[in-house]
C-alpha cells in the first residue's frame, strides 16, 4: 500500500463519523483508530473553564498566604461524585482530605479512574456537577491547604 492511497484514506475518514478503520491487502495490514471524545461538549467545557479560571486566580491573590490547590482531571470523561448511584459523595465541600485520599471517578471508556487528593487540606469549593462531562486539566477542587 502506497502512501498517497494512506492519506487518501485518513482524508475520506475524517468527512465520517467512523473512528476505526482496517484494511488487510497481501502481505499488508492497516488499521486506522481516530479517538473521538465527547466533541460536542469541547464548547461548553472550555467555556465553563474560563469562567472558573478568573475566580480562582482572584481568590488566591486575594488570599495572599494561602494558596488553592486546583485538582484537575487527569483525562477525559465523565465525572461521578459517588462509587455508585445510591452511595453518598465521596467528599463535599467543607471536608477535610488527606493525600491520597480518593475525591471523586472520571468514567473514561467504562473504565473508573479513580481521582485522588494531592495534598491534605479541605475542601473549598466542588467546580463540576455529577454527570458532566470533563476534559483533560479541567478544574475539578479546589483545596485549602492545611
Do not use: W
Amino acid at each position: 500500500m502506497e502512501l498517497d492511497e494512506i492519506k487518501k484514506l485518513i482524508d475520506l475518514l475524517k468527512e465520517t463519523d467512523i473512528t476505526e478503520f482496517q484494511i488487510e491487502r497481501e502481505d499488508t495490514k492497516l488499521k486506522i483508530k481516530r479517538e473521538k471524545y465527547l466533541s460536542s461538549f469541547e464548547a461548553i467545557s472550555s467555556a465553563k473553564k474560563h469562567e472558573v479560571a478568573a475566580p480562582t486566580e482572584s481568590k488566591a491573590e486575594a488570599a495572599g498566604e494561602s494558596k488553592i490547590v486546583t485538582i484537575t482531571s487527569p483525562i477525559v470523561g465523565i465525572f461521578h461524585r459517588t462509587p455508585s448511584p445510591e452511595s453518598p459523595p465521596f467528599v463535599e465541600i467543607g471536608s477535610v482530605v488527606r493525600k491520597g485520599q480518593v475525591l471523586c471517578i472520571v468514567e473514561a471508556m467504562k473504565l473508573m479512574n479513580e481521582i485522588e487528593s494531592d495534598t491534605e487540606g479541605v475542601i473549598s469549593k466542588i467546580l463540576v456537577e455529577n454527570g458532566q462531562p470533563v476534559e483533560y486539566g479541567e478544574p475539578l477542587f479546589l483545596i485549602e491547604p492545611m
